[in-house]
């Protein structure tokens, strides 16, 4: 594995960079230049949790309890919630370098600064692929309609201390590999969980996988 870092710029990244992070492994960083964008997002899902209006998956449930209202003390749960009760996939693990490359996707995608995240989450992501802590992301379960739910929900599982891990040639516990690897977990915000799962980076990973080995 390369120790040289390389940094991800939404919308310029290149596909032999992106082959590069699949073939390597080296460790990646998001452009520093999208956190002003991504807090002025944050700000933005803030506001909406605190107040009156509702806001879907923000301060409500999901699909057919859209119209239950959750409180502010309660958004971080439901949050949770959202992820453990996704982390459902079956079959074969997908490889390491699958689940990296997915990992560097959803960074491009939350430093475009349109899914109102903390900072926290791109530091987590980045210290999980610098530390070689790799998500072990069932290879089957998405339908990649609203997202590829399952697979990232198990992705971020990973990140908030659950699920399970490959490091250093080991498979632990989410929270141990983590421990281990001297990460502290994340704790989920408002809409965080939607925004981790919303998306299809398990997807996209695979079709430039199939690109790269072509």
Excluded at 24 to 53: H, K, T, Y
Excluded at 83 to 111: T, Y
Excluded at 177 to 184: R, T, V
Aim: glycine letters at 10%; a neutral charge; proline letters at 6%.
């Amino acid at each position: 594995m390369t120790t040289e870092a390389v940094t991800l710029t939404p919308g310029s990244t290149s596909l032999p960079a992106l082959e590069a992070l699949y073939r390597e492994s080296p460790p990646v960083v998001l452009d520093r230049a999208c956190r002003a964008d991504m807090a002025r997002a944050e700000a933005v899902v803030e506001r909406a949790a605190r107040g009156d209006e509702a806001v879907y998956g923000v301060n409500t449930g999901f699909g057919k309890l859209a119209s239950t209202r959750i409180s502010p003390e309660e958004t971080a749960r439901l949050q949770r919630n959202l992820i453990l009760s996704h982390n459902a996939g079956v079959g074969p693990d997908l490889p390491e370098r699958i689940v990296r490359l997915m990992m560097a996707l959803k960074l491009l995608s939350l430093g475009r600064g349109a899914s109102g995240v903390q900072w926290a989450i791109v530091e987590t992501l980045e210290r999980m692929l610098a530390a070689g802590v790799t998500p072990s992301v069932p290879a089957q379960g998405s339908v990649g309609a609203s997202g590829d739910l399952a697979p990232l929900a198990h992705l971020t599982a990973v990140m908030i201390g659950e699920g399970r891990a490959d490091y250093r040639g080991e498979r632990l516990p989410g929270g141990a590999a983590l421990q281990a690897a001297g990460i502290e977990p994340v704790a989920l915000r408002a809409k965080e969980g939607l925004a981790m799962i919303n998306g299809t980076q398990c997807s996209t990973a695979l079709a430039l996988a199939g690109l790269f080995d072509a």
